[in-house]
C-alpha cells in the first residue's frame, strides 16, 4: 500500500466492497472468530462445568458481561496501540488497557446505533486492511497499520461513511480511557498529585524593575 498522496476513501471503497464477504449481510453480525479462537472456544465447551453448578453460572456470567468477542476486542487493541503506541517515555494504549475500557463503555451503553456503528466499525475496517496488505489489521505490521489509520484521518470529513463515523468514536475513546488511566495520568502527563508548594515561583522575573 502506498502512503505517497491520499487516497480517496469514497471511491476507493467501492472496489473492497465489492469483494469483502464481511460487508456483505446483516450490518450488526459480529467478526468471524480466527479459526484457533473457535478451537479454543470448542476445547473449553467440551471441557465446561455441570450446567447449574456455581462454575457454570460464573462463567456464564463473564459471557454476558463481554459485548465484544476475543477477536474484536484484539483488534480494538491494535487499533488503539496504533494510535497511542508506546514510547521511550510511557506505555501505550495497550499498557492503559483502553480495549478493555471501550469494551465497558460500548458494551454498557444504552445506544443500539453505537454499538452497531462499533461491530460495522471494526468489520470495515479489517476489511480495509486485508484489501489494502492482504492481511487483517492484527496481523499487519506497524507500517501496515499505520497506513489503514492514515486513510482514515486523510478522510476524516467524510463522516457519512461508517469507518469514518467509527474512527472518530475510536478516537475519542481510546484517548478518553488512555487518559484515565495510570499510564497516561501518571507515565505520560506525569501528573503528581496534590502537592503543598513551600514557595510559589510567578511567571517572569521577580525581580522588581529599577528606576
Given amino acids: 500500500m502506498s502512503a505517497k498522496e491520499p487516497i480517496d476513501l469514497k471511491q476507493d471503497r467501492r472496489q473492497w466492497l465489492k469483494t469483502s464477504a464481511t460487508a456483505l449481510g446483516a450490518a450488526v453480525l459480529p467478526l468471524t472468530l480466527p479459526s484457533t479462537e473457535i478451537l479454543a472456544g470448542e476445547a473449553q465447551s467440551a471441557a ?3 450446567a447449574g453448578s456455581p462454575a457454570a453460572v460464573s462463567a456464564e456470567a463473564k459471557s454476558v458481561a463481554r459485548f465484544f468477542t476475543p ?16 514510547d521511550s517515555h510511557s506505555g501505550g494504549a495497550k499498557t492503559a ?40 489489521f492484527v496481523e499487519a505490521s506497524t507500517e501496515e497499520k499505520i497506513a489503514v489509520i492514515q486513510v482514515l484521518s486523510d478522510n476524516a470529513e467524510l463522516t457519512e461513511i461508517p469507518e469514518v463515523k467509527f474512527f472518530h468514536e475510536l478516537k475519542r475513546l481510546t484517548v478518553r480511557g488512555y487518559y484515565t488511566s495510570k499510564t497516561g495520568i501518571h507515565d505520560d502527563l506525569e501528573y503528581k498529585g496534590n502537592r503543598v508548594l513551600m514557595e510559589y515561583v510567578g511567571c517572569g522575573d521577580p525581580t522588581p524593575p529599577t528606576t
Avoid: C, F
Avoid at 102 to 131: C, F, N, P, Y
Fill in 71 to 86: 477477536g474484536q476486542h484484539a483488534l480494538i487493541e491494535e487499533l488503539s496501540e496504533t494510535i497511542l503506541p508506546a
Fill in 97 to 136: 488497557k483502553v480495549a478493555d475500557y471501550i469494551e465497558q463503555m460500548v458494551g454498557e451503553s444504552t445506544d443500539d446505533q453505537q454499538k452497531a456503528l462499533w461491530r460495522e466499525g471494526l468489520r470495515l475496517v479489517d476489511s480495509m486492511s486485508q484489501h489494502y496488505n492482504g492481511k487483517s
Fill in 48 to 50: 465446561a462445568p455441570a
